[in-house]
């Protein structure tokens, strides 16, 4: 077998294992906790009028076609096997409604923000972390470092509630909430396409804003190493222009950003869903605290099988892209 391959197998299977200890997990832990959603849905009708009798027989129905009274380890073998089949179940909050159909209708909304959110801040943070390192001892790289780390620190939900303060409330310049006007049905006229872009606006600086100031710092360190090297030293002992020893000094000292951005995914979709929450996006964000508030067994296993599945799958894409522009990988999988 080829080392590239051996040394993808070998990560690939590393990447299953971890896939199913966490939805091990995300299977578990709810229902270690104490009570149920039937419960919770059947304290909800006993405010009405019906009799405790016909409570009973509901709560009874409902467990059963659930399966929540059948063994754990049924439950999860069961959940498995319709898992690998694509039947993610029935959510119990909102009844009847297949979870697949749900997170289909979330998910998209959910990746339209994330995906570009973190490739514009990593472009635009390595860009000025490579530029402030070569620029050392300058105004601008004490300006770009001192405002990257100032922004990494911020946590997410503190940036957005700034920026809907600011910009929604004292400014009135742009919507606080929701991917869209509620009045609009998503279609792909200009009128709704305009009313997504002014509601995409705070969400997406809330998430990129904190991001970019991560890579900033990285790539400071990462490029500052870069220039001492050998042939940074040689190029200016030559007089070569300086733009080209940026250009080779910032292809060079991205190699391990490249890595970073996988690492860095997790983070940013952990940001992400208090952020959705805190603009009332439809995204995953808002479906998985509407899961967890009524115990939404069904929806909250399916949300984080794609969720974990979404970000195994770029962590092994970027691995992928690491062995083909670096050939250090396949020379060591070789050794």
Do not use: C
């Amino acid at each position: 077998m080829r080392p590239i391959y051996k040394y993808l197998l070998i990560k690939l299977s590393f990447l299953l294992a971890t896939y199913f200890v966490a939805v091990t997990i995300a299977f578990v832990l709810p229902r270690i906790a104490p009570g149920n959603p039937v419960q919770q849905i059947v304290a909800g009708l006993s405010q009405g009028s019906l009799s405790p009798e016909l409570l009973d027989q509901y709560q009874k129905r409902l467990v059963e076609e659930f399966g929540l009274n059948k063994p754990l380890y049924v439950q999860y073998l069961e959940f498995l096997k319709n898992a690998f089949s694509g039947d993610l179940g029935t959510s119990i909050s909102s009844y009847r409604q297949p979870v697949t159909q749900l997170i289909a209708w979330h998910l998209p909304w959910t990746l339209l923000l994330l995906v570009p959110a973190t490739l514009v801040a990593w472009t635009i943070g390595n860009y000025l972390g490579a530029r402030a390192a070569y620029r050392r001892g300058t105004l601008f790289e004490k300006t770009v470092v001192s405002t990257g780390i100032i922004l990494s620190q911020i946590p997410y939900y503190w940036m957005a509630m700034v920026l809907i303060y600011v910009f929604a409330i004292k400014l009135g310049w742009l919507p606080s909430g929701s991917a869209y006007d509620p009045t609009l049905a998503p279609s792909l006229n200009w009128e709704f396409i305009k009313s997504y872009l002014r509601h995409y606006i705070l969400p997406f600086l809330s998430i990129a804003l904190v991001s970019t100031g991560g890579w900033i710092i990285g790539m400071r360190v990462l490029a500052a190493m870069e220039l001492g090297s050998t042939y940074v030293k040689f190029s200016e002992m030559l007089n070569v222009d300086g733009e080209i020893i940026f250009r080779y000094v910032l292809r060079n000292s991205l190699l391990p950003q490249v890595t970073g951005i996988a690492i860095q995914l997790g983070t940013v979709m952990a940001g992400q869903i208090i952020t959705e929450q805190l603009f009332n996006y439809q995204g995953m964000g808002i479906l998985l605290a509407r899961a967890l508030g009524s115990r939404d067994y069904p929806m909250i296993q399916g949300i984080f099988l794609i969720l974990i599945g979404t970000l195994l799958l770029a962590n092994f894409i970027v691995e992928f892209i690491y062995v083909l522009i670096d050939p250090r990988i396949r020379l060591g999988a070789r050794e």
